[in-house]
């Protein structure tokens, strides 16, 4: 069909469902979002895959911690990974389950293609396996920790059925030389080379010994491991063994974080050419966000949450941050400090007050019109070719990924109408015709940079980009603009401005991120069981006042789960203020066993020097966490009292022990 659109299919991994998604999941996602939108906008049909991996031991223990069947609970936690994906605006066109049927289908296809090829037998395996990351680690010898999460392995030996990836070494290595772009970038690729140089071994893909997975045809003891399970599911989101059928397989870009790189260019293909199918064109594999410098982790306690920064900031300063703070492909820090600097200074001080400054000034002087530009200055003509050449370079540089870049261009591109405005002074020229005509040149070059910049940014900040789109009056939705049709002088003069609205507001620092950190302490880190029906309801009709005003007391919990948290009476040794936190003080407390240093909201309720010498309670068994940049390791306990929540520390009428336990 001469009109049929070009077809662009990529993909995120397919992330686990035991645990919680954080802002590392959030930035691949985002990433893919973020290329979706751009080659929508270059015309192409395009289909974005993310979805959730949810066979495994990991899984199997999980759900038995939470106490419900593991279909119950991945079925809960898909939805959770699935909502947030739809909340933050960055949707899957394919959502895939590995516990859909569609899903099971392609994997025994799969595994019976490749048997019938040759490349599957039966035997024995005994190594050393890391049930964090699902994998025999080869590395390892008993007793040894595994070298990539540093968790302990355990010895298993196993019947299983194996993949011959040792046929692969010299496909592999013919596929890398002949397509030099399937790795990227360079780095990886070389690390890759080095690796299947080293020689390959055979890969056992099934397991006896776990139960939650999908069964192999006509072996129903057996399972498939969880990577011949979980890198099938690119395939089976788009048609399966039908893939022909809807044209988008093979994938033109998988986008991965470096610990999965090896699975995705080194396993996926040979079980792919195993199978006589097509191979991916792309796996592209990005650096980590990390926190006080180590890659986040629900166990170091240290993960960021996306909802909290999307509620405070907005998603499009979450998404300007991640794409503009890191090279992609390298490795960065997050910080919520940089996050709300980078706001006010690139958003809300950058393109909101540009946006908000021209309409204003078009408002004022146009009658709310684009005004026709007269002759034209130097001055002019230099800002219009910076403008159209930024269009070529942002757009070589989204198709390169470089996206740090393509914002640096745009950014430079608003900082130069910044200058061209304050040296053009528009606002200081009088009313006569020259005056009149010579400010409508001004601000007709400011709007149609602002055109420009609106249609380059999209991709990354879709939301507020279609706020400035409105404003500037323009016709349609700006995600359905022909980017490569864009060029200076598209703007129509005589064309009403929109509404004004509300583009990236000033925030106070402090503030902001303080509001950031307490949304993020009081959600849950660890998968929360679903609700099941036989749940306790709270008592209907309790006549006290005391009860009316109180809160209604939370489903039951078992001795067990008490006894799990860990409460000590703690002696209060120094206590301080933190600078630009007014909530918090800086405790540091005798437990008895140790002294700590313990972050405590209650500053506003209770003098430092006071509190010194002051016996309390503390939580002692919680995982560290950071407030305000400052480590807390541990919890004081107070009744929060009022409307206000003051809190009121627990303490004690007779003498204790320091270190004595609370139960
Ligand atoms: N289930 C496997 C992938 C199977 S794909 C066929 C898996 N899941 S995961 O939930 O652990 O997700 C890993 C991916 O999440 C990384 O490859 C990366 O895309 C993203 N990230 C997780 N933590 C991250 C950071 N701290 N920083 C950046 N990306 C991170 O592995």
């Given at each position: ?15 686990y ?7 590392g ?19 192409y049909?395009?289909?974005?895959t ?10 199997e ?9 593991e279909?119950?609970f991945?079925a809960?936690m898909a939805?959770t ?5 739809d909340?933050l ?13 569609r899903?099971?289908?392609?994997v025994q296809?799969?595994?019976k ?19 964090y ?5 080869t590395?390892a ?20 059925y ?7 070494q010299?496909?592999?290595?013919d ?8 790795i ?18 055979d ?10 997975g ?32 809807r ?5 033109d ?20 050419m195993?199978?006589m ?19 986040m982790s ?8 996306p909802?909290?920064i999307a509620?405070v ?7 300007y941050?991640?794409?503009r ?12 400090d ?19 400054r021209?309409?204003a000034?078009?408002e ?7 005004p ?14 910076q ?6 370079e ?16 745009i ?16 606002w200081?020229?009088?009313?006569t015709e020259?005056?009149q005509?010579?400010?409508a040149?001004?601000l007709?070059t400011?709007?149609?940079?602002l055109?420009?910049v ?6 990354v900040?879709p ?5 400035v789109w409105i ?9 359905s603009?022909?980017?490569d049709?864009?060029?200076w ?15 990236f ?24 069981p ?12 309790a006549?006290?006042?005391a ?5 209604a007391?939370?489903e039951?919990?078992g001795i ?21 936190a007014?909530?918090?003080?800086k405790l540091?407390v ?13 500053a ?5 020097e006071?509190l010194?010498?002051r ?8 995982v560290?966490?950071?407030l305000r940049?400052?480590?807390?390791n ?9 409307p206000?929540?003051r ?17």
């Amino acid at each position: 069909m001469p009109n049929e659109k070009p077809k662009f299919y990529l993909t995120t991994p397919i992330y686990y469902t035991n645990g919680l998604p954080h802002i590392g999941h959030t930035y691949t996602t985002v990433v893919a979002d973020t290329i979706r939108r751009y080659k929508r906008m270059l015309g192409y049909e395009v289909v974005m895959t993310t979805g959730t991996d949810e066979h495994g031991v990991n899984v199997e223990r999980a759900a038995k911690n939470a106490g419900v069947p593991e279909s119950e609970f991945v079925a809960n936690m898909a939805e959770t990974w699935r909502a947030l994906w739809d909340e933050l605006g960055v949707p899957a066109d394919e959502f895939i389950r590995t516990t859909e049927v569609r899903h099971a289908r392609t994997v025994q296809w799969l595994f019976k293609r490749c048997r019938e090829n040759g490349y599957i037998y039966p035997g024995h395996y005994t190594g050393q396996y890391c049930i964090y990351d699902n994998a025999f680690v080869t590395e390892a010898k008993p007793g040894e920790n595994c070298p990539d999460c540093g968790r302990p392995t355990e010895t298993l030996t196993e019947e299983n059925y194996f993949f011959k990836l040792s046929a692969f070494q010299k496909p592999l290595l013919d596929f890398y030389q002949k397509n030099p772009d399937f790795i990227r970038p360079e780095s990886r690729r070389n690390e890759m080379i080095s690796f299947v140089e080293g020689g390959l071994k055979d890969l056992s893909i099934t397991r006896t010994t776990v139960r939650w997975g999908i069964p192999v045809p006509a072996e129903e003891s057996h399972v498939f491991y969880v990577w011949f399970d979980a890198l099938t599911a690119y395939l089976s989101a788009v048609g399966g063994p039908e893939y022909e059928r809807r044209g988008f397989w093979p994938a033109d870009l998988h986008l991965v974080g470096k610990d999965i790189i090896r699975f995705h260019t080194v396993y996926w293909p040979a079980f792919l050419m195993a199978a006589m199918l097509p191979l991916p064109k792309q796996v592209w594999a990005h650096g980590w966000f990390l926190m006080d410098a180590a890659k986040m982790s629900k166990s170091k306690g240290n993960v960021v949450l996306p909802r909290p920064i999307a509620n405070v900031l907005g998603m499009d300063a979450m998404r300007y941050f991640l794409l503009r703070e890191v090279v992609f492909g390298q490795d960065g820090n997050f910080s919520y400090d940089a996050l709300v600097q980078r706001y006010n200074s690139d958003l809300a001080n950058g393109l909101g007050n540009l946006a908000s400054r021209t309409a204003a000034m078009i408002e004022k002087n146009c009658g709310g019109k684009i005004p026709k530009p007269a002759a034209l200055q130097p001055q002019d003509t230099a800002l219009a070719k910076q403008a159209q050449n930024a269009i070529g370079e942002v757009m070589e540089h989204y198709n390169k990924l470089t996206f740090s870049r393509a914002l640096e261009e745009i950014w430079a591109l608003i900082g130069a109408t910044d200058k061209y405005l304050t040296s053009e002074q528009p606002w200081s020229l009088g009313n006569t015709e020259a005056d009149q005509a010579r400010r409508a040149t001004i601000l007709y070059t400011t709007a149609e940079v602002l055109h420009i910049v609106t249609a380059l940014a999209h991709p990354v900040l879709p939301e507020s980009t279609a706020k400035v789109w409105i404003l500037l009056g323009q016709p349609g939705q700006l995600g359905s603009l022909n980017l490569d049709g864009l060029r200076w002088g598209q703007i129509q003069p005589g064309a009403a401005l929109g509404k004004s609205q509300a583009l990236f507001p000033r925030i106070d620092k402090a503030e902001a991120i303080e509001r950031m950190e307490a949304m993020e302490n009081e959600t849950p880190k660890q998968p929360v069981p679903a609700a099941t029906s036989n749940a306790p309801a709270s008592t209907p009709g309790a006549g006290s006042a005391a009860a009316a005003a109180a809160p209604a007391i939370s489903e039951k919990i078992g001795i067990e789960d008490f006894a799990k948290v860990e409460m000590r009476v703690g002696l209060v040794k120094t206590a301080e203020r933190i600078v630009g936190a007014d909530k918090l003080l800086k405790l540091t407390v005798d437990i008895g066993s140790e002294v700590r240093q313990i972050c405590a909201g209650i500053a506003q309720y209770y003098e430092p020097e006071k509190l010194i010498g002051r016996k309390v309670v503390v939580v002692v068994n919680l995982v560290p966490r950071k407030l305000r940049g400052v480590e807390s390791n541990g919890m004081i306990v107070a009744a929060t009292v009022g409307p206000e929540g003051r809190p009121v520390l627990a303490s004690f009428t007779e003498d204790v022990e320091v270190g004595a336990r609370l139960k």
